[in-house]
């Protein structure tokens, strides 16, 4: 039986995600409005600039690297790890647990991309080839989502600092490949945390506490 501070962290779940819904959306009318025009091709024109320079060979291979991990085969292929070693330590909650989180956290994120049907930027030539609609992007939310789950999984801090440094890195390629505007990624990011906080609460390491 919950605790009653396990209620509330239920609610408190249950709040992160609506309050991340309503951040996307309001990210969304924002950027709908024009108002990021000015910060999206800032940001965006100054990856190009370096896309351009004498840097720009060693840091597009970086970039091509962090999203082929960051894309659907690469998280397949992480979970595809992961889930044999979670069963052979006799995890199998936990293995149930992630691959719930993964396949909710992702028809979530790609119904909402049909809901907002937002075009691809064309500042920049495509290094990537992507073919759905581009908020909120769908590298930046999956990889929130997956390496903030084996973080937890894990239990260690070191590992929260590995999921922050490969999310931040995987969403900042998408921007540099020129497929996403800096507010998708951010967007995808906020809808990534909260889908994250919300599953928080049904982390088989909690039960009986």
């Not at 691959?99 to 956290?105: D, Q, V």
Request: hydrophobic share 55%; charged share 15%.
């Amino acid at each position: 039986m919950r605790s009653i501070s396990d209620r509330w962290t239920i609610k408190t779940g249950a709040g992160a995600l609506v309050l991340a819904l309503l951040c996307v959306l309001g990210i969304a009318a924002i950027q709908q409005a024009g108002w990021l025009d000015g910060l999206n091709k800032g940001l965006m024109g100054t990856a190009g600039d370096v896309r351009d320079s004498a840097w720009g060979g060693p840091s597009i291979a970086l970039m091509r690297l962090a999203t082929a991990i960051g894309d659907t085969i690469g998280r397949i292929a992480i979970l595809a790890v992961v889930f044999p070693l979670l069963l052979w330590r006799g995890r199998r909650a936990d293995a149930r647990w992630l691959a719930l989180l993964m396949a909710g956290g992702t028809a979530l994120n790609l119904i909402l991309k049909q809901i907002f049907s937002a075009p691809r930027p064309d500042l920049l030539p495509h290094l990537d080839i992507v073919h759905s609609y581009s908020f909120p992007s769908g590298h930046a939310a999956g990889n929130m989502m997956l390496f903030g789950a084996l973080a937890m999984l894990a239990g260690r801090p070191v590992f929260y600092w590995i999921a922050a440094i490969m999310t931040a890195l995987i969403g900042v390629s998408r921007v540099w490949l020129g497929v996403h505007w800096p507010s998708d990624v951010m967007a995808g990011w906020i809808l990534g945390l909260g889908w994250l906080l919300l599953c928080r609460v049904w982390l088989p390491a909690r039960r009986g506490q």
